[in-house]
């Protein structure tokens, strides 16, 4: 079963991570036709959340086995894997730059990590619950998060220090999402409403 699929910047790759451990990169033909092109192994369980890097040229996935894998889609090869989170990655997401990954789990604790490294720039505690949700501002200044505790925050991307914490949804937060412009937020939640926000 497909758990996450995603576009590479240049609209011509898809990536899906699956419940068989594994992330497959697709390339799309010119006749609406689509082949498998690679298939990455490395995780230990389910694969819940993937993102391509900005330039296209690495695969950020994280799983239920608590560890995020860099995948070199050149080389065809693992990069890096992160390993600091104590229970499963929910999501993550790159800065617009691609120097950073911000990523969520069970543990309630967002980190940000530098790419390159592999090191824990910072840790955001901020949710009292699981945290399912992570997106990075268009400017990659601010981090706007979603969880159980059915709150959206936004943080300073370089501090970690909360900015706003909106509190409207009655249930848990799904997803959110920036506007192109950075102003605005929408959130969905498991009480069925999409809120917009704004976010300055």
Known sequence: METMIAWAPDGRRIASGSDDKTVQVWQMGSTATVAEIETYRGHSLWVVTLAWSPDGTYIASGGNDATIHIWDVGRKETALIYRDH??????????????????????NIIRV??????????????????????????????????????????????TGHVMFTYHDH??????????P??????????????????AV
């Open 170 to 179: 009655s249930s848990w937060v799904y997803t959110v999402a920036w506007s």
């Open 86 to 107: 104590p229970f499963g990655v929910n999501a993550l997401a790159w800065s617009p730059d691609g120097t950073r990954i911000a990523s969520c789990s069970w543990d």
């Open 113 to 158: 990590w530098d790419v390159v490294t592999g090191n824990t720039l910072f840790t955001y505690h901020g949710h009292s619950n699981w945290v399912n949700t992570v997106a990075w501002s268009p400017d990659g200044t601010r981090i706007a998060s979603g969880g159980r505790d059915k709150t959206v925050q936004v943080w300073d991307a370089v």
């Open 181 to 198: 412009d950075g102003t605005r937020i929408a959130s969905a939640g498991n009480d069925g409403t999409v809120q917009v926000w704004q």
